[in-house]
């Protein structure tokens, strides 16, 4: 049984798709983190980042005590190595899934993440910044796009990658993006939408900054303004 620690996120999301294709046997806890749930004791001895999400694999290969994890990029390779599935065996397919993982960590999460920020959430428009992300954004998304040209998936089969990227994909209105605009990239997030596991993974999942307008003071202190203090 794997405890994973969740909430509604892109990031939390990578790991919901994993158990729903993989079928692993695991039980969601959620996080609220407009609540400040992620900086709790508990979740800090996990997650020692405060983000979700995390997970506590209490029968990791081996053997041996609970195995607790945090990053999302991390979970996922761990996951797909305990399962033998969605990473090639081989080290070349091994080495397309993961520099698109990392590409996914790296790059189009913090990206896209800094885009919603500013466009979104931002108390007070800065244009600066919001063309500085929602450009980068594009420019990502143009990269991904040029990859999916003569592939299905990301890295051959649909893999680890393919579940890191999706979720960041999904709120591309709100980003500023068109998936008109890049036709390859539109034919594998429908593909990925359509997939059962995706449906499943996706029920009951509030649209993409759903109730951003009403994001009190309190909860905006909690998501945009904690220091070191908040994990010590």
């Known amino acids: 049984m794997i405890d994973l620690y969740y909430w509604g996120t892109p990031n939390g999301l990578k790991l919901k798709l994993f158990m729903e294709e993989s079928g692993l046997p695991h039980r969601i806890i959620p996080v ?3 609540r400040g749930e992620q900086f709790k004791p508990d979740f800090l001895a996990i997650s020692p980042n405060n983000k979700i999400p995390a997970l506590v694999d209490h029968a990791p290969p081996g053997g041996g005590a609970p195995l607790s994890l945090f990053e999302s990029g991390a979970m996922l390779l761990y996951l797909a190595e305990k399962t033998g599935r969605f990473i090639p065996a081989d080290v070349r ?3 397309e899934v993961l520099q698109w993982l990392f590409w996914q960590v790296g790059g189009l999460g913090p990206m896209a993440g800094q885009n919603g920020h500013f466009v979104v959430y931002a108390p007070e428009k800065v244009p600066y910044a919001v063309q500085r992300y929602v450009k ?5 998304y143009g990269v991904l796009d040029q990859r999916l040209a003569d592939r299905e998936f990301i890295a051959g089969d649909y ?6 990227c999706y979720p960041w994909i999904v709120p591309h209105e709100p980003h500023g993006q068109d998936l008109g605009d890049f ?3 539109k034919r594998w997030f429908e593909t990925i939408k359509a997939r059962p596991a ?3 993974a996706y029920e009951g999942v509030a649209p993409p900054y759903a109730g951003r307008n009403n994001i009190s003071e309190e909860e905006r202190r909690v998501l945009f303004g904690q220091t070191a203090a908040s994990v010590r």
């Open 93 to 95: 397919g091994r080495a």
């Open 32 to 34: 609220d983190i407009g």
């Open 159 to 164: 893999s680890i990658a393919d579940m890191a």
């Open 183 to 185: 036709p390859n990239l």
């Open 198 to 200: 995706t449906v499943r």
């Open 136 to 140: 980068e954004t594009n420019r990502l």
